[in-house]
């Protein structure tokens, strides 16, 4: 099995971790995978039953950029698009963005408020969580299995670059005001968990 470069940058209390497999082949393009939070959600919370607290669909955001908000938590672009834009890739629309059944550049699955998933209750209902973000590229990857074949998918999935921001909402929810987390797990027992829980997410990708 070929190794993987595991790249990981701790910006403030979210995580970043961009895996980049090192295989050399030529190719016209590697799609770009896209995990996380509100850091890299471009819109896919517009398309989800939520509340504006976890929605950037209004005026001021995207007012430096696009001229219009796109759900980006930004008033201009956001990280994943400029790494998309060096690697000569189009914007990397939201997952659930209606129509968007053709994932040959990568796929965005981030959603603002989500958490690495070590208590279901963090903002439940209401974000993608990373769990589910993991279902959903599931989904992509059965669609290529379809469209391409086994062999074919395997090498663009293998080739494929993966980014992930998230912790943030983890370690900032236990310290709100109705919050009990602290109450059942010490703050070594709950790091443990998010940073578990995280790394299982790593390994299935």
């Given amino acids: 099995m070929a190794s993987l470069s595991f790249h990981v940058i701790y910006l403030s209390v979210a995580c970043v971790c961009i895996i980049i497999p090192t295989s050399s082949q030529p ?3 590697a799609a770009l995978f896209i995990f996380g939070d509100s850091f890299f959600d471009s819109g896919n919370n517009n398309f989800i039953n939520t509340t504006t607290d976890y929605q950037a669909n209004f005026w001021p955001y995207g007012q430096t950029f696009f001229d219009y908000p796109t759900g980006r938590v930004s008033d201009g672009s956001m990280i994943p698009d400029c790494i998309a834009e060096h690697a ?3 914007f990397i629309p939201p997952y659930l963005q209606l129509g968007n059944d053709q994932f040959s550049y990568g796929a965005k699955f981030a959603s603002a408020g989500a958490g690495a998933g070590a208590l279901d209750e963090i903002n439940q209902g209401l974000v993608i969580s990373l769990n ?3 279902s959903y590229f599931k989904n992509v990857e059965k669609q290529f ?3 391409l074949g086994d062999e ?3 090498k663009v999935l293998f080739e494929a670059v993966y980014l992930i921001s998230i912790g943030t909402n983890d370690y900032l929810s236990p ?3 109705y919050s009990t987390v602290f109450q059942s797990y010490s ?3 709950y790091i443990n968990m998010v940073v ?6 790593i390994k299935v990708i």
Avoid: D, S, Y
């Fill in 175 to 177: 310290f709100f005001r």
């Fill in 145 to 147: 299995r379809r469209m």
């Fill in 187 to 189: 703050q070594k027992q």
């Fill in 27 to 29: 190719q016209k393009h």
């Fill in 196 to 201: 578990g829980n995280l790394t299982e997410v």
């Fill in 88 to 90: 000569k890739l189009p």
């Fill in 152 to 154: 074919a998918a395997k």
């Fill in 132 to 134: 589910t973000q993991l």
